[in-house]
């Protein structure tokens, strides 16, 4: 069964300095990974996602996030966070549906809490 | 677009009652839906899948009888916890996923804004 472990549950950064959130999964096949961000009182946003290709993948609000094959990572980064970047990251796999149209499970990690220090 | 709306946002019950949760695809026909629940300072976790007009299909140790999903239109998902009792109060979230899209290999969940549930 897949899982996934985000080592750090809470960071603490200063405004405007580099952010790196690390991710480990654990999935027998290639897997679908995912970042999320959680705002109090708001939905789950997509960040970025990664399926294939391409590993170091560009997303939403200036994110990027690198697959490392071979050490089962995919590292979420931003080289200079804002004020409003404080929020709960979520690191996600999603297990291929037998159909590849069926419906994917989601399994989360336990989230990361960021904190801003202006 | 894409947009998934959860009814109520806040719930308090007395213990041994009823609560319904709805969630609603506003913008796209949701195919399949999904219910997580979060527990304070931790990680989701999926209690259960929907599919429009079929039994969901509940995660290992989730009580189906507790947790009563249906799943009657392509828009509407709800989740009724039934003879809630205190352990139940959580976070409550649901995502949807857009049917009508085609975007091998995976077709991505677009999640509501949560439900939070207090019982008393």
């Known amino acids: 069964a897949q899982s996934v472990t985000q080592p750090d549950i809470h960071i603490t950064v200063s405004e405007g300095a580099s952010l790196e959130l690390r991710c480990n999964y654990s999935?027998?096949?290639?897997?679908?990974l995912f970042w999320y961000v959680q705002s109090p009182g708001q939905g789950l946003q997509l960040l970025l996602k990664?399926?294939?290709?391409?590993?170091l993948v560009q997303g939403i609000k200036g994110f990027e996030a690198e697959f490392k094959r071979s050490q089962s990572s995919f590292n979420l980064r931003k080289p200079s966070v804002h004020w409003s970047d404080a929020a709960e990251y979520f690191c996600?796999?999603?297990?291929?549906?037998?159909?590849?149209?069926?419906?994917?499970?989601?399994?989360f990690g336990q989230g990361t809490r960021l904190t801003i220090n202006p | 677009g894409a947009v998934v709306s959860q009814h109520p946002s806040w719930v308090i019950c007395k213990s041994g009652t009823s609560v319904k949760i709805e969630c609603r695809s506003l913008?796209?026909?949701?195919?399949?839906m999904f219910w997580y629940r979060q527990f304070p300072k931790q990680s989701l976790m999926l209690m259960a899948t929907?599919?429009?007009?079929?039994?969901?299909?509940?995660e290992q140790g989730v009580e189906k009888d507790k947790f009563l999903i249906n799943h009657a239109s392509l828009t509407l998902s709800t989740l009724t916890v039934t003879s809630a009792h205190p352990e139940d109060s959580s976070f409550y979230i649901c995502?949807?996923?857009?049917?009508?899209?085609?975007?091998?290999?995976?077709?991505?969940?677009?999640f509501g804004p949560g439900t939070r549930l207090t019982v008393l």
């Open positions: 995502s949807a996923r857009d049917g009508g899209a085609v975007s091998p290999p995976y077709n991505e969940q677009f």
């Open positions: 999935y027998g096949a290639t897997p679908y």
């Open positions: 990664y399926f294939s290709g391409d590993t």
């Open positions: 996600a796999v999603g297990a291929k549906g037998i159909d590849d149209s069926g419906a994917q499970k989601l399994v």
């Open positions: 913008d796209f026909q949701a195919t399949t």
């Open positions: 929907s599919n429009e007009g079929s039994k969901a299909t509940y």
